[in-house]
């Protein structure tokens, strides 16, 4: 399996304006793409200034403020979810391994692929079925194809070393800071969808991250990758983290603007259900994001029910069915049986 990446070869770099450049071609050439932004104003982060404000009840000790529980941030101004077994990381819960649900309520307890048990019962993803959700589903409709715009910032503050350690206390209150004052500046982006930082590193703090998009399925999504591209530095120039000068700006971090960068995603697009995303491929054409629906479906699944997973489609739907399903060229017919793909393959019973 050939994975295939976006990559352009241009480098545009602006200087006392808030202008970006147009959005990037896609093309197949094997050059480093990057797109500069810069802005005049020079924002602000600080959790060591006396002009903070201590927001949620908390106190000021010596310009550092002392947050409640269920309280975090700079200012303490960010409430932290009750995540049984995982924690905040400022848009949703992350769970510890073998647990799932909204507040990583749920136990895997025995459930395969992705399911977790909520009362002695397996609830299964989209794909699968059957008690311990072993069993393919026989068909399953693509809405969303998941992909990736790479934004790097810089945050005026120093670099605390254990930010290099993603299990520190340091570098997780950090990322639930970062989630939240950034899930703001992406909000009128209409096909957010999540943020995943990629690498934090020294230079004041330089954050590296992906803004996670869910477009709508389509043979050809260079259109709609392109729009929301452009939709992107749109709300990057329009945000106050970013034009606001620190000593206004009183809570949250401070950016420094002039060393923004927004690129495509050097990570192959994705593609997903309502509750299940994994790895799927694109195929790139000069100028284009044309994407390719038989690696979709088998990037959907576990790697060994991937040679039982096929794939019906035009241009605007998706239908990733199994080697089961009725009608499928060269699909398993048990007559009068019943069809059931396990990770094994099909079998009548």
Not at 61 to 89: A, H, I, W
Not at 116 to 131: A, H, R, V
Not at 156 to 179: H, M, P
Request: net charge negative; hydrophobic share 35%.
């Amino acid at each position: 399996m050939k994975t295939l990446f976006f990559h352009t070869g241009h480098e545009t770099t602006t200087t006392n304006s808030t202008n970006i450049s147009a959005a990037p071609s896609i093309t197949a050439s094997p050059t480093t793409m990057s797109t500069m932004v810069t802005n005049q104003a020079t924002p602000t982060y600080s959790t060591t200034t006396t002009s903070v404000i201590c927001e949620s009840g908390s106190i000021n000790e010596n310009g550092t403020c002392v947050c409640p529980d269920t309280f975090y941030g700079p200012s303490c101004l960010y409430k932290e979810r009750p995540c049984k077994n995982g924690s905040d990381d400022g848009i949703q819960c992350v769970c510890d391994e073998g647990f799932y649900g909204p507040l990583c309520e749920y136990p895997a307890e025995g459930c395969l692929n992705g399911g977790y048990s909520n009362d002695s019962k397996c609830i299964c993803t989209d794909f699968f079925t059957g008690t311990s959700c072993e069993l393919l589903i026989d068909i399953v409709p693509v809405d969303k194809i998941e992909a990736r715009i790479n934004v790097v910032v810089k945050i005026d503050e120093d670099f605390n070393a254990k930010l290099l350690n993603n299990k520190s206390a340091v570098y997780r209150i950090f990322v639930r800071v970062f989630k939240t004052v950034m899930l703001e500046v992406y909000k009128n982006v209409t096909v957010f969808k999540d943020i995943d930082i990629n690498d934090i590193s020294n230079g004041s703090i330089v954050v590296n991250h992906s803004v996670i998009i869910a477009l709508n399925y389509s043979l050809d999504l260079t259109q709609a990758y392109n729009d929301t591209f452009n939709q992107l530095q749109e709300a990057m120039n329009n945000a106050p983290q970013f034009r606001i000068p620190c000593n206004k700006f009183r809570s949250g971090m401070c950016f420094n603007s002039s060393f923004t960068k927004i690129s495509a995603s050097d990570v192959p697009i994705k593609s997903g259900g309502a509750t299940r995303i994994a790895p799927a491929f694109v195929q790139l054409a000069t100028n284009s994001v044309i994407v390719n629906p038989a690696e979709i479906c088998r990037g959907l699944v576990p790697k060994s029910y991937t040679n039982y997973i096929h794939n019906i489609s035009d241009h605007w739907s998706l239908f990733c069915v199994s080697s089961c399903y009725p009608g499928l060229l060269n699909g398993v017919n048990c007559h009068y049986g019943t069809c059931l793909v396990t990770n094994a393959g099909p079998e009548c019973r």
